[in-house]
């Protein structure tokens, strides 16, 4: 009996153990809530560009979107600039992953925080936008240069 639970022993004890390192995953918390603030900035700078295009204040400045976007047209491409950016940071992440600099084993989340900050940076403008008394033309049927009223982002804008 002892000599067969030696041997199991000596089985058990000198068999090879797998030597495979665990596999970490691309697509962790970190990389979901970097792309969920990216895509929350993206969204917050598209709904601020419409209302601020409505109100007849501004033009969008990406050459992507048109001088004067419509709504549907902001949400779609906007969410296919999203879409591409999070793939690129998919990619940027599972490729540098294991290298060993810091800087580029960064690299996706130093990326998506340029693109949060340039959403934020845009946002920011766009609610600035109409100042006092600034008369810009009108880019409503009917209505010729008006003042520009402040914005209360509030209520609905409603063109008149």
């Given at each position: 009996?002892?000599?067969?639970?030696?041997?199991?022993?000596?089985?058990?004890?000198?068999?090879?153990?797998?030597?495979?390192?665990?596999?970490?995953?691309?697509a962790?918390?970190?990389?979901?809530?970097?792309?969920?603030?990216?895509?929350?900035?993206?969204?917050?700078?598209?709904?601020?560009?419409?209302?601020?295009?409505?109100?007849?204040?501004?033009?969008?400045?990406?050459?992507?979107?048109?001088?004067?976007?419509?709504?549907?047209?902001?949400?779609?491409?906007?969410?296919?600039?999203?879409?591409?950016?999070?793939?690129?940071?998919?990619?940027?992440k599972?490729?540098?992953?294991?290298?060993?600099?810091?800087?580029?084993?960064?690299?996706?989340?130093?990326?998506?925080?340029?693109?949060?900050?340039?959403?934020?940076?845009?946002?920011?403008?766009?609610?600035?936008?109409?100042?006092?008394s600034?008369?810009?033309?009108?880019?409503?049927?009917?209505?010729?240069?008006?003042a520009?009223?402040?914005?209360?982002?509030?209520?609905?804008?409603?063109?008149?």
């Open positions: 009996m002892k000599r067969t639970v030696a041997v199991i022993l000596f089985f058990l004890l000198c068999t090879p153990v797998s030597a495979e390192p665990k596999k970490r995953r691309v962790d918390k970190k990389f979901w809530f970097m792309v969920g603030a990216l895509t929350a900035a993206a969204f917050v700078d598209g709904y601020s560009s419409h209302r601020c295009l409505v109100a007849s204040t501004c033009s969008e400045r990406n050459p992507l979107f048109g001088k004067f976007p419509s709504y549907p047209r902001i949400i779609l491409e906007g969410g296919g600039i999203v879409a591409a950016e999070s793939l690129s940071l998919y990619y940027l599972k490729r540098n992953r294991d290298n060993k600099a810091w800087g580029w084993r960064n690299l996706w989340w130093m990326t998506a925080a340029g693109a949060i900050a340039g959403h934020t940076v845009a946002t920011s403008k766009n609610m600035q936008l109409p100042a006092e600034r008369r810009v033309p009108s880019l409503l049927p009917g209505r010729a240069d008006a520009v009223e402040p914005i209360d982002w509030n209520r609905p804008q409603i063109p008149r």
